[in-house]
């Protein structure tokens, strides 16, 4: 029996609730999608497509051996563990199973990496040296990443931003997060005006799209070419590995944190749904002091 005929009901109705009562991202739906697909295939062809309600710990633990076999990393292990769980939860919710094989499933170790970020003064390169077309496409981009630098927003939360979101009296934007929680981001006021003065110069409006950024045909920007614009200026102005919106996030944080800001009002303005997510930052500010002592006290 194939993993469609047995199991899709089961994966249809939580997609649909991630979807839409979760209101999960589409990437984070795809993600989830993927997972249980991949975890009721081995069942598939492991255990003989087993019930629902017969799957057992034993038969999670192989299949999550059999990606360890696989060199499958431990972060990304955890990933498809917490997707299950997500999933066998829901069943309990709405009835289905009286219990999860999950309860004694723990998580991998993870060796914690800290983010890299792109230095202070390389920004300063990015921002005031490197110079923008000057028409739409040099405008958005421009605007992009300066917006990721200032308020450490996640790609896919610029994506989804509505030129409603603005407050240009409060010199603020509300950021619609994981979940579709709502927050609110300060920004400076000449940000803010520069990118009001966008949305009223914007070459056309197609009906139905309120997106704050659009490319030049009036629909809203595709995550795939944000990334690569984004990667392409900061290899511009910086050598590190990774160069992405993300990096953005962690170097607005970093700067943040190094520069004395609360750590609390830094989880805040992430969007982090727990201090620990945040503290990795503090790694960073360690460093600099380090070097402060290192180079300044006559006994370092």
């Known amino acids: 029996m194939s993993t469609t005929q047995l199991y899709q ?14 209101r999960y991202s589409q990437h984070t739906i795809t993600s989830y999608q993927n997972d249980l697909a991949q975890f009721f295939a081995f069942l598939v062809s492991q ?3 087993p019930a629902l309600e017969t799957i057992t710990a034993a038969m999670v633990r192989s299949w999550l051996a059999e990606l360890k076999g696989d060199k499958l990393e431990a972060k990304s292990i955890n990933r498809k563990a917490s997707s299950l769980k997500s999933f066998f939860k829901y069943q309990m919710r709405i009835g289905t199973l009286q219990a999860t094989p999950m309860t ?16 202070e003064n390389h920004l300063d390169t990015l921002f005031n040296h490197v110079e923008f077309t000057d028409d739409w496409d040099g405008k958005t981009k421009r605007l992009v990443l300066q917006l990721f630098y200032a308020t450490g927003m996640r790609l896919s939360e ?13 010199s603020q934007i509300k950021v619609l997060g994981k979940g579709n929680k709502e927050r ?16 009223n ?18 629909k809203p920007l595709q995550t795939r070419l944000v990334y690569q614009f984004v990667k392409d200026n900061l290899s511009l102005v910086t050598t590190i590995k990774k160069k992405s919106p993300h990096v953005l996030r962690h170097s607005f944080a970093t700067h943040l944190m190094n520069n004395g ?9 992430l969007g982090h749904s ?8 503090t790694h960073n500010t360690i460093d600099k002091l380090k070097d402060v002592y290192k180079n300044a006290h006559p006994k370092a």
């Open 9 to 22: 009901p089961s994966l249809q109705s939580f997609l649909d609730y991630i979807s839409f009562e979760k």
């Open 47 to 49: 255990f003989e497509a």
């Open 104 to 119: 004694t499933i723990s998580a991998l170790k993870v060796n914690k990496r800290l983010p890299e970020f792109v230095q």
């Open 158 to 170: 610029l994506i989804r931003l509505k030129s409603s979101f603005l407050d240009v009296s409060l």
């Open 184 to 199: 609110i981001i300060p920004i400076a006021k000449k940000l803010i005006n520069e990118l009001t003065t966008y949305d």
């Open 201 to 218: 110069e914007k070459p056309i409006r197609l009906p139905g799209v309120d997106n704050l950024f659009i490319n030049n045909k009036g």
């Open 261 to 269: 800001a609360d750590l609390n009002a830094v989880k805040e303005l």
């Open 274 to 281: 727990s201090l620990a997510a945040t503290q990795v930052y």
